[in-house]
T-cell receptor, first 115, second 113 residues
């Protein structure tokens, strides 16, 4: 158990639908990061939050949005889903913004399947 | 476009030393370089992290030259269980001045008996 909790572990939904992925960071970590990993592909950075504020943005589609709440958990919202959105979505957390102090701790991911 | 590049794949035999290099020309000034190991359908697992020069822990060493534009992960005496994909992760300074967290493309290491 890495200390980063992601729910649900698996999600199957239809095209055009909207889903919410949830992440609870490791205790004491203020930064949360979201990554997308398509089948046999690398990890694509989506977005980072630090203590409730957006800090960095990667290749996140306009159909996707995220937020970090006062209790530091984060949610990634995916809307108007397409088949190509099927992927593993990972959340990671870290103490600070630079990834120092042993870097980022990853959760076990949410596998999203769009049918 | 700022990129982080690694070899796509490497092959080795049990007991050999493996060195995987990552190029990150536009690394942000204050960012660390972190390496991860990933098995299929699992989240990346932290291996080692450094800022400059050399760092060693119980599983690997990390070599970072003075200009920090590359880094080399060294795995001593690999075993079959080291077969995995290895990623470097750095913060890259973009053209807009923002910082983008960027994983390398990953290096698939196959260890043979």
């Amino acid at each position: 158990d890495s200390g980063v909790t992601q729910t649900p572990k698996h999600l199957i939904t239809a095209t055009g639908q909207r889903v919410t992925l949830r992440c609870s960071p490791r205790s004491g970590d203020l930064s949360v990061y979201w990554y997308q990993q398509s089948l046999d592909q690398g990890l694509q950075f989506l977005i980072q939050y630090y203590n409730g504020e957006e800090r960095a943005k990667g290749n996140i589609l306009e159909r996707f949005s995220a937020q970090q709440f006062p209790d530091l958990h984060s949610e990634l919202n995916l809307s108007s889903l397409e088949l190509g959105d099927s992927a593993l979505y990972f959340c990671a957390s870290s103490v600070d913004q630079s990834g120092g102090n042993y870097g980022y701790t990853f959760g076990s991911g949410t596998r999203l399947t769009v049918v | 476009l700022a990129k982080t590049t690694q070899p796509i794949s490497m092959d080795s035999y049990e007991g050999q030393e493996v060195n995987i290099t990552c190029s990150h020309n536009n690394i942000a000034t204050n960012d660390y370089i972190t390496w991860y190991q990933q098995f299929p359908s699992q989240g990346p697992r932290f291996i080692i992290q450094g800022y400059k020069t050399k760092v060693t822990n119980e599983v690997a060493s990390l070599f970072i030259p003075a200009d920090r534009k590359s880094s080399t992960l060294s795995l001593p005496r690999v075993s079959l269980s080291d077969t995995a994909v290895y990623y470097c992760l750095v913060g890259i300074s973009t053209d807009t001045g923002r910082r983008a967290l960027t994983f390398g493309s990953g290096t698939r290491l196959q260890v043979q008996p």
